[in-house]
């Protein structure tokens, strides 16, 4: 398709939308039909009794699969929702029926029939707390509950949680809200107060006929009113006639949507590089002149049609459009009216979730402003907000199924926010913000979309719409400065995209944008398509202070050969060296709170720093995981605080006297930061001031005595006065108490084994290693005890399921592990972890161990024995011999814990999965033998599986870092 093509279309959409603005009354809607709605339109009699939409009837029973109910088109609301509204329909025909034996009844009942079924299971399958879409939780009570009047019941496992979602928005909304001269979002869906509220008292709020634009929502004061309402007819009859159905009955779920599409096409098209002279005429301007005085009149805020309750994102949309024209609005609405008291835009009051795509374009409108300085503290607020959303994974957007649709606004705002603080235009904000968190939310969807793209080439064939999406976000991070390589994939994915909506045929709607159920719009997609084929990207002039950001170094270039020797083999360099770019923010970030507990060793250097926050990104990119980049973080930091406790534990520690030793392994023991009473009893998390009378000893302690408890009373404050360790339940924050009090008592037991150690060096292998005498009965018996608690994974795995079990849940209250299945198969994979990593980290650290004299597994017999002592120790050959079969059986026994430790990954996976609602694979009642099942949404469950994915691989990925190079910096 030529330029001038896609140029002469867009004019002709743009056009059309105008004309749709400017000509009241006779706006032509691009949406898919609403199944629910029509419903509700269909159960309207005229005052004489008649059926006043019979065509809307049939359009429904039209739309019911053979045998089943009516099917959703993108979300399991949709079908929810069309199904229980097409059957409430059908029972209220079946009502009015005179002869039940007609065969028209019996269709009627057959089909209503298949319905429940399908409803039925739909229900409980359904997962309530994931539901994102318009008002369901006042709706979907509301419904069933009217369909009870018909004695048809469901019962299903979010039930409860639906009542309660139910209880919570009602609670902070008064319904005598609806008499007075506000509108309210309620008014979109009056249907589910029917039996609750007086329709006479609602004639003032109509906008020509409509209930806000709702056609279910005006069908339902229709049907409620005692004196008829004329206005409200013919709104519904041009809903029929003009919303979309051709006048076959169907009508979409809100109608007309006039400053929507007009204001959605135009910046689209402008944002994309269309010229703006094609937009000039006499028809954009009209329709230009209309909103600006719709602005002005309306305290600058509109809504998704004329006279509508404004909301955030229409009128963010609308402002910038006119500033693209040169029409500079103020946005003090913005600021203002739809500003949360939590910081966010609000799209509209008392809403239950926040909207990313809405804070994104309003972000995008204040940066279009001029004056950048009296508009600094809320775009902080804003892109504080969304930066808030991306590291905690709260990014499901209310408005659009799409993630790409997110991903490409997001793109956009904060490239621009980027270039603008550049430019000096936003030096005011704090510059963690933009070049710490901010760059990370750039650089983390650069690498999720070319991951996606990677991982499905084709474009996922049917969804054109959201490959115009990948497209836009992709052009949009081209303007910043990548490398070469990244650049060709950004190339790469523009030119398939294009590619493919060049050749694309779309035969069918594609159901992205969220209303009361899902919908697909004619308009919208044609006008993503377009500025898809269209966009080019901007080349930008970027400072040094930016580019050295996305600009890799030397060292980045060995580290990236490095992983790619070691792990996914057969990934594309490139995944590497996005990831590194990716790492070295939180590098920094990390090189920045390197001191905050142990002190900086003079003439050392933390070779290890760099390599901490590859490991947790490259997994997380690799393998897609989704997890909040929170947890990354604080992962990453505690990573760090493994290495630092190992090393100061190794060098501060172990130097002290024998007595002073034995003091603070005492200390240890008796501290209230290390010790717990009961691991079931109480609910409280520490508190600030909990001490024990060895602090009030320890400050008649040596200098280097009173150095060492400080050091190791900031590194216990720092893991268990945590925020999500406080918040997390006292089952989780308890073991994580028990783990960190056991890892230092076993560093205590490593110097004191390593000391014994020395005292034996007269019993010498083949290899020319002490050979370990002790007590104890055997290798295996350390190994899974002191040895594996001393290499830290178990401590970092207690402190990581409390972060889960924060960030992982939406209403983290439990432990993050509920049933007994789960914390013992969750212990089980923690356990083989542990050991690994000490098998393979004794492997990597022979030399260094046996130079510093500390105790390794090759200092037990069991790997000498069979082993031919050399009466020659000088010859090295046998001995090289000798070792290598040490090596050999070390290496074995990692593997064999690598094995065990993914079978019991899978295993747990596998159990958080099938125990949802206490039921095997489906979700359903009763118990199959898991233990007392969960009631975690869907997905809650997801992304505690991927953290739990996550641990597993990043831990093995330390492993074979390990077997390539020791990373521990030597301890004297």
Not at 652 to 660: E, F, G, I, Y
Request: hydrophobic content about 40%.
């Amino acid at each position: 398709m030529s330029m001038n093509h896609v140029e002469f279309q867009a004019k002709e959409l743009a056009l059309r939308v105008a004309r749709g603005y400017v000509s009241q009354g006779e706006f032509e809607g691009s949406w898919t039909m609403s199944v629910y709605d029509s419903a509700w339109v269909s159960m309207i009699q005229s005052p004489r009794g008649a059926w006043l939409f019979p065509e809307s009837f049939q359009y429904v029973l039209s739309q019911q699969s053979d045998k089943s109910g009516w099917p959703s088109n993108a979300s399991d609301i949709d079908g929810i929702l069309d199904t229980s509204a097409a059957i409430l329909a059908i029972a209220v025909r079946l009502a009015k029926e005179d002869n039940h034996n007609s065969l028209r009844t019996q269709d009627l009942l057959k089909r209503q029939s298949d319905g429940q079924k399908y409803l039925q299971q739909s229900l409980i399958q359904w997962d309530a707390t994931s539901c994102i879409h318009v008002g369901f939780e006042i709706i979907v009570p509301a419904i069933l509950k009217m369909l009870e009047a018909y004695d048809i019941q469901f019962v299903f496992p979010d039930k409860h949680v639906l009542l309660g979602l139910h209880a919570s928005k009602m609670e902070k909304f008064d319904l005598n809200l609806l008499y007075g001269p506000r509108q309210t979002t309620a008014l979109h869906s009056l249907e589910a107060f029917i039996g609750d509220i007086d329709f006479e008292k609602l004639r003032h709020h109509r906008v020509n006929g409509s209930m806000l634009g709702s056609p279910s929502s005006t069908a339902a004061y229709l049907m409620n009113i005692q004196d008829w309402d004329m206005d409200s007819e013919f709104y519904l009859r041009q809903c029929v006639k003009n919303g979309g159905g051709f006048g076959l009955g169907g009508v979409p779920s809100a109608y007309p949507s006039e400053i929507f599409e007009f204001t959605w096409v135009l910046t689209t098209f402008l944002e994309s590089g269309f010229r703006r002279e094609l937009f000039e005429n006499r028809l954009v301007q009209s329709a230009l002149d209309s909103l600006e005085l719709q602005l002005k009149s309306n305290d600058g805020a509109v809504g998704f049609a004329s006279g509508m309750l404004p909301d955030a994102d229409d009128t963010a949309k609308s402002i910038y459009l006119l500033s693209l024209f040169d029409r500079v609005t103020s946005p003090e609405a913005i600021m203002s009216y739809f500003m949360s008291p939590n910081g966010h835009v609000a799209t509209y009051l008392y809403e239950r979730t926040p909207s990313v795509s809405a804070n994104c374009n309003a972000l995008i409108c204040l940066l279009s402003m001029n004056d950048h300085l009296h508009y600094i503290p809320t775009i902080e607020k804003v892109a504080s907000a969304l930066c808030d959303c991306w590291w905690e994974n709260n990014m499901v957007d209310k408005w659009n199924l799409s993630p790409k649709y997110t991903l490409m606004l997001l793109a956009q705002a904060f490239v621009k926010l980027l270039r603008l603080w550049d430019a000096g235009c936003l030096k005011l904000l704090p510059q963690t913000l933009v070049t710490n968190r901010a760059i990370v939310v750039l650089t983390q969807t650069l690498n999720r979309l070319l991951c996606d793209h990677e991982s499905s080439p084709e474009q996922a064939g049917s969804c054109a719409e959201e490959t115009a999406y990948s497209v836009l976000a992709c052009a949009a991070l081209k303007c910043l400065p990548w490398p070469p390589g990244i650049m060709s994939r950004l190339d790469v994915v523009i030119q398939q995209g294009k590619k493919y909506l060049e050749d694309i045929k779309v035969d069918r709607h594609q159901y992205l944008w969220i209303e009361k159920t899902t919908y697909g719009s004619e308009t919208l997609f044609r006008t993503y398509h377009l500025a898809a084929l269209h966009i080019t990207s901007a080349h930008v002039n970027w400072s040094r202070e930016i580019t050295e950001h996305f600009q890799p170094t030397k060292t980045c270039g060995q580290m990236s050969a490095f992983f790619q020797s070691i792990y996914a083999h057969n990934e594309a360099p490139w995944k590497f060296d996005a990831s590194i770019l990716e790492g070295r923010t939180f590098t920094r970030m990390l090189q920045a709170c390197r001191a905050d507990i142990f002190p900086l060793r003079d003439g050392y250097e933390d070779k290890y720093l760099p390599y901490i926050s590859i490991t947790w990104i490259l997994v997380k990119n690799i393998q897609q995981l989704r997890v909040p980049t929170t947890l990354l973080w604080e992962m990453m930091k505690f990573s760090m605080w493994d290495f630092l406790a190992d090393e100061y534990m190794e060098s501060s520690v172990a130097t002290l006297s024998l007595q002073d030793r034995k003091y603070v392994k005492e200390w240890i023991k008796a501290h209230s930061l290390f010790r717990h009473k009961d691991l079931l009893g109480g609910d409280k998390p520490l508190a600030e001031g909990s001490s024990s009378c060895h602090d009030e000893h320890a400050e008649f302690q040596p200098g280097d005595v009173r150095k060492v408890l400080s050091t190791l009373r900031a590194y216990a404050r720092e893991i268990m006065y945590h925020p999500s360790v406080q918040a997390a339940s006292q089952y989780d924050r308890s073991t994580l108490q028990e783990e960190l009090r056991s890892f230092l008592l076993s560093h205590m037991k490593q110097m004191e084994d390593s000391a014994s150690l020395s005292t034996s060096a007269s019993l010498k292998s083949s290899t020319g290693h002490t050979l370990f005498r002790s007590s104890r009965p055997s290798f295996y018996r350390w190994v899974k005890t002191t040895a594996s608690t001393h290499i830290s994974c178990p401590v970092s795995f207690a402190f990581y399921t409390c972060l889960l079990g924060c960030k992982g849940k939406s209403t983290p209250k439990d432990d993050c592990f509920e049933t007994p299945g789960q914390k013992y198969k969750a212990s089980d994979l923690c356990a083989h972890l542990a050991v690994m990593s000490r098998l393979f980290n004794d492997y990597a650290s022979i030399g260094r161990d046996q130079l510093e004299g500390n105790l390794n597994s090759v200092n037990f017999q069991e790997f000498h024995r069979g082993v031919q002592i050399s009466p020659t120790l000088s010859d090295s050959s046998p001995r090289e011999g000798a070792l290598d079969c040490v090596r050999a059986s070390l290496l074995h026994l990692g593997e064999y814990e690598r094995q065990a430790s993914r079978s019991a990954m899978y295993a747990l996976i596998d159990e958080m999965r099938t125990s949802r609602h206490g039921s095997g694979a489906g979700g359903t009642y009763g118990s199959i033998g898991k233990g007392c099942g969960t009631t975690l949404a869907k997905a809650d469950v997801a992304t505690i599986c991927a953290g739990i994915e996550m641990f597993t691989s990043v831990t093995e990925l330390y492993a074979d870092m390990y077997l390539a190079r020791d990373l521990t910096s030597q301890a004297r």
